[in-house]
T-cell receptor, first 114, second 110 residues
Framework: NAGVTQTPKFRVLKTGQSMTLLCAQD?????MYWYRQDPGMGLRLIHY???????AKGEVPDGYNVSRLKKQNFLLGLESAAPSQTSVYFC?????????????FGPGTRLTVL | LAKTTQPISMDSYEGQEVNITCSHN???????ITWYQQFPSQGPRFIIQ???TKVTNEVASLFIPADRKSSTLSLPRVSLSDTAVYYC???????????FGKGTRLSVIA
């Protein structure tokens, strides 16, 4: 099993450009999450999904959109990138959310917006 | 969601036992306590989880007093490779995902 993978690993954008980050998991997990982590900070939840075809907002959803068309994939989109979105983005998945089920994290995507 | 408070940073020498305490005064009956570890440039990974008393695995021990208003992560005989950020999370998750705070940055010194 590859676990949770993220594509790409690094990306540099100019202000106003758009891009999509892909997260894939091969563990048949129901729940998937997108977090961002700024230098010296903890993780902040952007959006999450409790199952295929569903999405919900987290702490910091503004400027991002997500889609979960397939159970194994969770896409994070930036329609018009801003320098404030420079961050490391982590995707995670869990089998379900009952009783604090363990979240498995991907390796992260380092995004720089100029 | 129960709010957690933990020290921002800790230093320790190699070979020592390290205890990181997390306060969660408004923990609810259904809430579990979970700790994650994050190495630089990596995503967090699960260390241990408990509900009450003591839980031990191959990596750490988790001590939870009877009132459950705090918990202590214990790392026995730390090594340089234990240098990481440790996050304490409290909740039952359900349909509301957990909140990661800033965590405790542990630096292990030779």
């Amino acid at each position: 099993n590859a676990g949770v993978t993220q594509t790409p690993k690094f990306r540099v954008l100019k202000t106003g450009q758009s891009m999509t980050l892909l997260c894939a998991q091969d563990m048949n997990h129901e729940y998937m999450y997108w977090y961002r982590q700024d230098p010296g900070m903890g993780l902040r939840l952007i959006h999450y999904s409790v199952g295929e075809g569903t999405t919900a907002k987290g702490e910091v959803p503004d400027g991002y959109n997500v889609s979960r068309l397939k159970k194994q994939n969770f896409l994070l989109g930036l329609e018009s990138a801003a320098p404030s979105q420079t961050s490391v983005y982590f995707c995670a998945s869990s089998y379900n959310a009952e009783k604090m089920d363990t979240q498995y994290f991907g390796p992260g995507t380092r995004l720089t917006v100029l | 969601l129960a709010k957690t408070t933990q020290p921002i940073s800790m230093d320790s020498y190699e070979g020592q036992e390290v205890n990181i305490t997390c306060s969660h005064n408004n923990i609810a009956t259904n809430d579990y306590i979970t700790w994650y570890q994050q190495f630089p440039s990596q995503g967090p990974r699960f260390i241990i989880q408990g509900y009450k008393t003591k839980v031990t695995n191959e990596v750490a021990s988790l001590f939870i007093p009877a009132d459950r208003k705090s918990s202590t992560l214990s790392l026995p005989r730390v090594s340089l490779s234990d240098t990481a950020v440790y996050y304490c999370l409290v909740g039952d998750q359900g349909n509301t995902p957990l909140v990661f705070g800033k965590g405790t940055r542990l630096s292990v010194i030779a």
